[in-house]
């Protein structure tokens, strides 16, 4: 009796394993698999020029304001008229945000006057020590911002519909 119990308790088992062996997955095989993004998603910030290759960046510290995070250091500085880096009379000296205390709230973005600060769908960002996750102008810049469009567009086409 004992025998056929634990049988049947071995079928039900199995058939448990059966009924969702070939159920649509829940998890994907990432980082082979790209992480869908919903279409709002907010990751790892840049840095953007205009097409003449010019900061937008001004340096006026509204970004650094507007953080509740208190994420953003940002110093200005005057630009030289002969080789300006901004269109603007100033620029963004140093600019560093602090990947460890950003909260992706996309606050900086939206109080940004000349749409400089972009939050992208990037979000695989874990390093080693805490000094590499404060993020300077480095690795915020984009130097190129027509590859980045395409990189983008790319990144884009992989999401999929969604809020977050
Ligand atoms: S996304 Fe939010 S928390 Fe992060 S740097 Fe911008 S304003 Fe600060
Ligand atoms: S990123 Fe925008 S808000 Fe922040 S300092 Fe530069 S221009 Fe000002």
Not at 10 to 32: A, E, N, Q, W
Not at 59 to 70: D, H, R, S, T, Y
Not at 83 to 110: K, N, V
Request: charged share 25%; net charge neutral.
């Amino acid at each position: 009796m004992n025998v056929l119990r634990a049988a049947w308790g071995i079928v039900t088992g199995h058939m448990v394993t059966l009924k969702y062996l070939f159920k649509r997955k829940s998890t994907i095989d990432y980082p082979r698999v790209p992480y869908p993004h919903p279409e709002r998603f907010r990751g790892v910030h840049e840095l953007r020029k205009y097409d003449d290759g010019l900061e937008r960046c001004i340096g006026c510290e509204l970004c650094a304001v507007a953080c509740p995070a208190n994420a953003i250091t940002v110093i200005g500085a005057e630009n030289d008229p002969a080789a300006p880096t901004s269109p603007g009379q100033r620029y963004g000296y140093r600019y560093e945000i602090d990947m460890l205390r950003c909260i992706f709230c996309g606050w900086c973005e939206e109080a940004c006057p000349t749409d400089a600060i972009v939050l992208t769908p990037k979000f695989d960002i874990a390093d080693y020590t805490r000094e590499r996750l404060v993020y300077g102008k480095d690795r915020l810049v984009v130097t190129d911002p027509f590859k980045q469009h395409l990189a983008n567009t790319e990144s884009a086409a992989q999401t999929e519909p969604g809020v977050i």
